[in-house]
């Protein structure tokens, strides 16, 4: 079984901060993941996706995130946030293999707060 | 292209009664996975349809149902409306049953149980 966990259901920066969101995943293949952006009244946007090529993934809007595979993370940065970044934002993991087994499994979300 | 679409985008029902929503796909998306978001539960799979086929099925009683239409839109149904029921209920589509390939997800539908 497979599960997503998201350090810090809050999390603010101020404009021109670092974004750190964090994701630890637990699976017992190294799985694909995602990190998945939700805006208020919105469906869910693709940021970015790990699926065993490079570790370091660069997705929209500037954001990136590495994986490691002896810390089991899947961390979300920003160098730099703008005000238009305050979203939620969602971790997921799914197995790595094609199959009847397809879904993803979804962390429980980082509000991201952007202050002035 | 025009994304995921689904139908309607609110809906306000009472306890007991069923409800059907209504999802349209990418064109040429052939498979298509529903979601509920709730504050308490977060994010969970609901089915998944790939050529008319349910190909999964996520941990929901049976009064969630679902299905799959030639052109690939998709339609899911909940009988027996819960106060529990109200959530966000996203479709998401994508072009094959690859893990890697990308969900797309529409804006979704509000449910709320009275």
């Known amino acids: 079984a497979q599960s997503v966990t998201q350090l810090g259901s809050h999390v603010s920066v101020s404009e021109g901060a670092l974004v750190l969101l964090r994701c630890n995943y637990s699976?017992?293949?190294?799985?694909?993941l995602f990190w998945y952006v939700q805006y208020p009244n919105q469906g869910l946007q693709l940021l970015l996706k790990y699926t065993s090529a490079a570790t370091l993934v660069k997705g929209i809007n500037g954001f990136e995130a590495e994986f490691k595979k002896s810390e089991t993370s899947f961390h979300l940065t920003k160098p730099s946030a703008h005000m238009s970044d305050a979203a939620e934002y969602f971790c997921a993991v799914s197995p790595p293999y094609s199959g009847s087994a397809r879904q993803l499994t979804f962390g429980s979300g980082t509000q991201l707060t952007v202050l002035p | 292209k025009a994304g995921v679409t689904q139908t309607p985008r609110y809906l306000i029902k009472t306890r007991g009664q069923q409800v059907t929503l209504s999802c349209s796909p990418i064109?040429?998306?052939?498979?298509v996975s529903w979601y509920q978001q709730t504050p308490g539960q977060g994010l969970q799979f609901l089915f998944e349809?790939?050529?008319?086929?349910?190909?999964n099925k996520g941990n929901f009683p049976g009064r969630f149902s679902g299905r799959q239409f030639s052109n690939s839109r998709s339609e899911m149904n909940v009988s027996t409306l819960e106060l529990g029921d109200s959530a966000l209920y996203l479709c998401a589509s994508s072009p094959g049953t690859g893990a890697y390939n990308e969900q797309f997800f529409g804006p979704g539908t509000r449910l709320t149980v009275l």
């Open positions: 349809y790939f050529s008319e086929t349910q190909r």
């Open positions: 699976s017992s293949v190294p799985p694909y």
């Open positions: 064109s040429g998306h052939r498979s």
